[in-house]
Protein backbone atom coordinates (compact mmCIF):
# COMPACT_ATOMS: atom_id res chain seq x y z
CA UNK A 1 0.00 0.00 0.00
CA UNK A 2 1.42 3.31 -0.99
CA UNK A 3 1.09 6.14 1.84
CA UNK A 4 1.95 9.49 0.57
CA UNK A 5 3.65 11.68 3.39
CA UNK A 6 3.13 15.86 3.87
CA UNK A 7 5.59 17.80 5.44
CA UNK A 8 6.20 21.56 6.35
CA UNK A 9 3.29 23.14 7.82
CA UNK A 10 2.90 25.35 9.95
CA UNK A 11 1.72 28.60 11.91
CA UNK A 12 3.13 31.77 9.48
CA UNK A 13 1.98 34.94 9.66
CA UNK A 14 0.40 37.19 6.93
CA UNK A 15 2.96 37.66 4.09
CA UNK A 16 5.25 35.00 4.91
CA UNK A 17 6.32 31.84 3.32
CA UNK A 18 6.10 27.89 4.07
CA UNK A 19 7.07 25.17 1.24
CA UNK A 20 5.20 21.86 1.29
CA UNK A 21 6.60 18.28 0.63
CA UNK A 22 4.88 15.05 0.22
CA UNK A 23 6.94 11.84 -0.60
CA UNK A 24 5.42 8.61 -1.93
CA UNK A 25 6.39 5.43 0.59
CA UNK A 26 7.63 3.82 -2.63
CA UNK A 27 8.02 4.34 -6.03
CA UNK A 28 4.18 5.07 -8.38
CA UNK A 29 4.04 3.27 -11.76
CA UNK A 30 2.62 6.05 -14.16
CA UNK A 31 1.88 9.01 -12.28
CA UNK A 32 -0.47 11.18 -14.50
CA UNK A 33 -0.67 14.44 -12.07
CA UNK A 34 0.40 15.24 -8.92
CA UNK A 35 -1.32 18.12 -6.54
CA UNK A 36 -2.24 20.11 -3.86
CA UNK A 37 -5.50 20.38 -2.28
CA UNK A 38 -7.16 22.40 0.56
CA UNK A 39 -9.92 22.33 2.96
CA UNK A 40 -10.69 25.03 5.28
CA UNK A 41 -13.32 24.19 8.35
CA UNK A 42 -16.72 24.10 6.82
CA UNK A 43 -16.10 23.92 3.39
CA UNK A 44 -15.18 21.33 0.35
CA UNK A 45 -11.84 20.42 -0.75
CA UNK A 46 -10.30 22.41 -3.52
CA UNK A 47 -7.73 22.59 -6.12
CA UNK A 48 -4.62 24.43 -4.93
CA UNK A 49 -2.04 23.40 -7.89
CA UNK A 50 -1.51 20.48 -10.28
CA UNK A 51 1.19 19.13 -12.03
CA UNK A 52 1.23 16.33 -15.10
CA UNK A 53 3.79 14.22 -16.05
CA UNK A 54 5.17 16.50 -18.58
CA UNK A 55 5.11 19.26 -16.37
CA UNK A 56 1.98 21.56 -17.17
CA UNK A 57 0.12 23.11 -14.65
CA UNK A 58 -2.51 24.59 -13.36
CA UNK A 59 -3.38 26.65 -10.35
CA UNK A 60 -6.24 27.97 -8.34
CA UNK A 61 -7.04 31.66 -8.94
CA UNK A 62 -6.66 32.66 -5.62
CA UNK A 63 -3.18 31.21 -5.77
CA UNK A 64 -1.75 32.31 -8.87
CA UNK A 65 1.60 34.40 -8.51
CA UNK A 66 2.43 33.29 -4.90
CA UNK A 67 2.24 29.39 -5.14
CA UNK A 68 4.41 27.19 -7.00
CA UNK A 69 4.33 23.48 -7.55
CA UNK A 70 7.34 21.61 -8.64
CA UNK A 71 7.69 17.95 -8.29
CA UNK A 72 10.81 15.27 -8.47
CA UNK A 73 10.06 12.49 -10.73
CA UNK A 74 13.00 10.65 -9.28
CA UNK A 75 11.54 10.51 -6.11
CA UNK A 76 7.74 10.67 -6.39
CA UNK A 77 8.22 13.77 -4.53
CA UNK A 78 5.71 16.77 -4.99
CA UNK A 79 5.89 20.03 -3.68
CA UNK A 80 4.53 23.73 -2.93
CA UNK A 81 6.43 26.88 -2.28
CA UNK A 82 3.60 29.13 -0.93
CA UNK A 83 4.46 33.06 -0.66
CA UNK A 84 2.75 36.08 0.15
CA UNK A 85 0.41 33.69 2.73
CA UNK A 86 -3.04 35.46 3.37
CA UNK A 87 -5.00 34.53 6.92
CA UNK A 88 -7.34 32.82 4.33
CA UNK A 89 -4.89 30.46 3.06
CA UNK A 90 -5.46 28.97 6.42
CA UNK A 91 -6.93 25.23 5.72
CA UNK A 92 -5.46 21.75 5.87
CA UNK A 93 -3.19 20.98 2.80
CA UNK A 94 -3.68 17.51 1.33
CA UNK A 95 -0.98 15.95 -2.00
CA UNK A 96 -2.91 13.79 -4.07
CA UNK A 97 -1.20 11.49 -6.71
CA UNK A 98 -3.14 10.28 -9.43
CA UNK A 99 -2.21 7.08 -11.64
CA UNK A 100 -4.18 5.26 -14.50
CA UNK A 101 -6.71 3.91 -12.29
CA UNK A 102 -7.25 5.80 -9.23
CA UNK A 103 -4.62 7.68 -7.20
CA UNK A 104 -3.75 8.57 -3.30
CA UNK A 105 -4.21 11.26 -0.91
CA UNK A 106 -1.81 12.08 1.86
CA UNK A 107 -3.04 12.89 5.32
CA UNK A 108 -3.05 16.47 5.24
CA UNK A 109 -1.04 19.00 7.15
CA UNK A 110 -2.28 22.45 8.74
CA UNK A 111 -1.41 25.61 7.09
CA UNK A 112 -2.12 28.81 9.50
CA UNK A 113 -1.79 32.35 8.65
CA UNK A 114 -2.38 34.22 11.27
CA UNK A 115 -2.54 38.16 10.03
Known amino acids: QVHLVESGGGLVQAGGSLRLSCAAS????????MGWYRQAPGKQRDLVAR???????NYAESVKGRFTISRDSTKDTVYLQMNSLKPEDTAVYYC?????????WGQGTQVTVSS
Open 96 to 104: YVEITVGGY
Open 26 to 33: QSIFRINV
Open 51 to 57: ITSDDGT
